[in-house]
């Protein structure tokens, strides 16, 4: 069974998919694309969506974290991403929902509205990936495709503030369900997954991950991703990261 992953670097979605497939053992072929650009590059693959992750295994193609995991689960039963208890699956599946459709969005919004302002840490989220051409020059030449992640993501100053002042809330609900055991548990699950490469990319952030690291939502997001690429130094104006500090 052929699979080829279309991820873009230092995308937190992508990382989820490259490591259910790798908790899987489903070998695979890494396909790094540049944002924007891999709009068309999934079209012509013949991808529904312009959205990674993208995986094409055998002759399937799936796109999109949750539909990914389910699809993995389908064609490879063992070990199980999902839980076959009925009411363990509810709690989990809210808690992956909830990932992908809310928390999700607040990491990358952040990242572009830093990148947007100071693009030198773009490099560093860049790691290990094959582009077809040099990473620093595809960083060099990136501020167009910067502004336009930025504007499509709305990367505004009033949507990342609202993002930060969220964040310690979210952080308490990540907490209950670790105490509850819907994240944490002895086995990684999909929803740990979904959540753990957010917090991951959270704290790459120099503002954030000494918020974050101690809690065991960060322990969670260490255990899931141990290496994640990137670092943006202090970014956040001191007014913003008040709620979270406070």
């Known amino acids: 069974m052929q699979a080829t992953l ?7 979605p992508s990382m989820t998919a490259r490591l259910m497939l790798e908790r899987k053992g489903i070998a695979y072929k890494r396909r790094d694309l540049i944002p924007v650009m891999s709009k068309g590059i999934l079209r012509a ?11 094409k295994i055998g002759d399937t193609r ?6 990914i995991a389910r699809e993995l689960d389908r064609i490879q039963p063992e070990p199980p991403l999902l839980p076959s208890d009925p009411q363990k699956r509810e709690a989990v599946e809210e808690a992956e929902r909830w990932g992908d459709e809310v928390l999700q969005d607040r990491p990358r919004r952040m990242t572009w509205w830093a990148l947007k ?8 989220y860049s790691e290990g990936a094959k582009l077809g051409i040099p990473a620093g020059l595809a960083v060099k030449t990136a501020g167009p495709i910067v502004s336009l992640s930025a504007r499509f993501n709305e990367s505004t100053d009033e949507n990342v503030r609202a993002d930060l002042a969220a964040l310690s809330s979210d952080l308490e609900r990540i907490d209950k369900w670790i ?6 548990g002895d086995e990684l699950n999909a929803a740990d997954y979904q959540i753990g490469t957010s917090l991951r990319l959270l704290m ?9 690291e101690e809690r065991a939502a ?3 997001a260490l255990r899931v ?9 202090p970014a956040f104006p001191a007014a913003w990261l008040e709620p979270l500090t406070s």
């Open 6 to 12: 279309y991820v873009i670097p230092g995308s937190h």
């Open 45 to 55: 693959a013949r991808f529904p969506g312009v959205t990674v992750p993208a995986l």
């Open 62 to 67: 799936v796109q999109g974290t949750r539909a």
């Open 117 to 124: 302002r100071d693009r030198s840490a773009m490099l560093s």
């Open 179 to 184: 105490a509850e055991g819907v994240l944490g």
């Open 204 to 212: 790459s952030f120099d503002d954030l991950r000494p918020l974050i």
């Open 218 to 220: 960060g322990k969670l």
């Open 225 to 233: 991703a141990p290496d994640f690429p990137g670092r943006t130094p």
